[in-house]
């Protein structure tokens, strides 16, 4: 039977690199912590393209190790046959072992890792937890943290859910020769999004998302088949997946992320870019910032402190957030006039970055 401590000061739900992050800071601040995942492996599988801007690996805790290669920048593809090259160093990572490293940091630095167990409900100053078949754990705890995902159960306790979510698939092949820039695809069936391929050393990852619609539109799966042939067939890429994941993407307006003594980070909180469904640096940096509060609010005893937490995150991402979902209202509403929009929408053009009338 897993043990648990009487009392924590911080339960952290969801062992990503929001929860990580936030783990370790509040950690640091001298809080005693728990962090769970429902996950026997955190990490696993990858949902995720795994790029990450070069700069955030100076905010990483620990060895680099998880850096499969480093890329030069974008290309951007549009659907009139325009290429656009975009200078922006980053790496590809290998995301499980990037999610892992983090949590091995948290550990390290005294946080209490269990592993299999969901949250499963909210009660005054404390939480249950459980894992199948077992019966349910109910740990004393000061504050709660959600950093579990996308579609986050601690985000219902507080009523602050992400409501506009589009699914993305994945796969990963074989490259017929390397690649040193990630390379993005727009295309009038790919509603709403955009078809990606992600170079991964020898292999790539390539997925696209797709935002539901009203009328019929093809099976996702469907879709992503003709673009892996469409790649196969112009020399890039072998059709052979090896592997297919699916995940979701927030694409969110800002909204509140606390209430009482329990607070939201990373995608639980809608903190992904709603138009390149970039998520990882917020997922890091907000991470930090929710532990941090966390830690404070624990230890002061004042949960009123959490609210400097919706202060400090939105100082530092709600105008990038905010310019973005403006950008995914357009493109949802005027997807028909994609060749005309599409520079104002995507962050490869200057004109992305002017205001809207």
Known sequence: ???????????????????????????????????????????????????????????IPCKADFIVQSVKG???????????????????????????????????????????FRAVANQPGRIVLQRTPDSPVTVRTRVIVGAD????????????????????????VPLRRPLAFTEVFFDQTFFGAYGWLFPRGPDANVGLGMCKTGEAS?????????????????????????????GWIPAEP????????ILLAGDAAGQCHSITGAGVPQAVLCGRMAGRWAARAAMEDNVSLLMH??????????????????????LETRWAELNDIVRSCWIAYRSYYEDEP
């Open 1 to 59: 039977m897993t043990r648990f401590s009487e009392a924590y000061d911080i339960v952290v739900v969801g062992a990503g690199p929001t929860g990580s992050s936030a783990a370790l800071a509040a950690v640091s601040e001298g809080a005693r912590v728990l962090v769970v995942d429902r996950k026997p492996v955190p990490g696993a599988p990858v949902r995720c393209a795994e790029h990450i801007p070069a700069l955030l690996v100076r905010e």
């Open 309 to 330: 937490y919706e202060t400090e995150w939105r100082d530092l991402f709600a105008d990038t957030l905010a310019r973005a979902h403006r950008k995914r209202r357009i």
């Open 218 to 246: 093809p099976p996702l799966a469907k879709t992503l088949r003709s673009f892996v042939g469409r790649l196969a067939d112009s020399g890039k890429i072998k059709a052979e997946p090896m592997q297919r994941h699916f």
């Open 254 to 261: 800002l909204r509140p992320v606390t209430a009482g003594n």
């Open 149 to 172: 995902g996308p579609r986050s159960t601690v985000g219902r306790w507080i009523r602050s859910v992400n409501r506009h979510l589009i699914p993305a698939v994945q796969v990963r």
């Open 74 to 116: 974008m290309r951007t593809f549009l659907p009139d046959g325009e290429v656009t090259e975009t200078k922006a160093p980053g790496y590809i990572i290998a995301r499980d072992r990037f999610d892992q490293a983090l949590l091995e940091a948290a550990a390290s630095a005294g946080a209490d890792v269990r592993t299999g």
